[in-house]
């Protein structure tokens, strides 16, 4: 059975889920459902940001095989680029934005990883909502308001 809510299972064998997080596209490679781990790939567009929020149930990992991004932790700032891994365990506070003028491409995995789904429809969601207007930041804001622990 798949982690994946009902609204967002794709009724396609074998196709990918695509889920929108604020304007970047995440392509759901993997839900959870047969190993404790999902695993993504993302589109994030020049501009985009992801708020800082912590995963308390899931250890995550970014690879960037393209583009450039900026990793945001309460310590500071860390670019990365091509080629680059951040490992994230959980409960490390962090959040991340495109700088670049170019579109970034990352791989995502998270584990056990069906813990986030709740996160990421909520993000979805809130996009959807925002979209074309200037509501963001208050769908951001509701978005954090549900995480386990925000910074």
């Not at 310590?75 to 959980?90: F, Y």
């Not at 986030?116 to 925002?130: F, H, I, K, N």
Request: glycine fraction near 10%; aromatic fraction near 4%.
């Amino acid at each position: 059975m798949s982690h994946i809510p009902a609204k967002h299972q794709s009724e396609a064998i074998g196709a990918k889920e695509i889920l929108d997080i604020f304007g970047s596209t995440l392509s759901v490679l993997s839900d959870g459902s047969t190993i404790p781990m999902v695993f993504g790939e993302e589109r994030v567009p020049a501009g985009f940001g992801v708020p800082m929020h912590v995963h308390e149930d899931d250890d995550e990992l970014f690879y960037l095989p393209d583009g450039q991004l900026v990793v945001v932790r309460p310590k500071g700032e860390t670019k990365i680029g091509r080629g680059d891994c951040v490992k994230l365990p959980r409960g490390v506070p962090h959040g991340l934005r495109n700088a670049a003028d170019a579109p970034a491409r990352m791989l995502v995995a998270l584990a056990p990883g069906p813990a986030v789904w709740p996160l990421m429809t909520l993000w979805e969601s809130a996009a959807s909502t925002a979209r074309g207007s200037s509501k963001i930041s208050s769908c951001r804001d509701k978005a954090r308001a549900t995480l386990h622990s925000t910074v």
